[in-house]
């Protein structure tokens, strides 16, 4: 019975991918068609903003390099606007240096180069960041606040 309820919460679950390339979408559409959760589609960083307004999104994940809006500056307008939300950046290009610093700020919760292996990397690092909003959901926002006065307080 338990695995049932799981079950039902994964479902409910959204992601949101957002890629300016449409043969990227539809290959990510393809490849999620039979995984447990609703699964939304932008081409456009305001695209994906103006689907965040109106649908419950647990995770976005995001192409880094995009005109007009990148996936990092998406990802920041996301986190101030939706903080529970989920982020990951997908990425041929290695702008590692501002992409290790948006993780330790925060900001996005996991980078996957391109081209990614579906199975290994793709969807279980989906799954994980499911697995992460549904922690922080659980924690709520004083135990976010708890767990940053612990690692601001030194030796405790």
């Known amino acids: 019975m338990f695995g049932r309820?799981?079950?039902k919460i994964v479902e409910?679950?959204?992601i949101l991918f957002v890629d300016d390339d449409e043969i990227?979408?539809?290959s990510?559409?393809?490849?999620f068609f039979d995984e447990p959760y609703n699964r939304l589609f932008a081409n456009s960083g305001k695209q994906a903003l103006?689907?965040?307004q109106r649908e419950e999104v647990h995770v976005v994940v995001t192409d880094m390099r995009m005109p007009e809006m990148d996936g990092l500056e998406l990802l920041k307008v996301v986190r101030t606007m939706y903080p529970n939300i989920v982020g990951i950046v997908l990425s041929g290009y290695a702008e590692v240096t501002a992409l290790?610093?948006?993780i330790d700020q925060g900001e996005i919760f996991m980078f996957i180069p391109k081209p990614?292996?579906?199975?290994?990397?793709?969807?279980v690092v989906i799954q994980q960041?499911?697995?992460?909003?549904?922690?922080?959901?659980?924690?709520?926002?004083s135990g976010s606040k708890k767990l940053k006065q612990c690692k601001a307080e030194p030796g405790k």
Request: proline share 0%; hydrophobic share 30%; no cysteine.
């Open 50 to 52: 103006e689907i965040l």
């Open 12 to 14: 409910m679950r959204t």
């Open 100 to 102: 290790q610093e948006a």
């Open 24 to 26: 990227v979408l539809r």
């Open 129 to 141: 960041a499911i697995d992460h909003y549904k922690l922080q959901s659980e924690q709520g926002r």
């Open 116 to 123: 990614w292996n579906l199975e290994t990397d793709l969807k």
């Open 5 to 7: 309820e799981e079950q």
């Open 28 to 31: 990510l559409e393809r490849s």
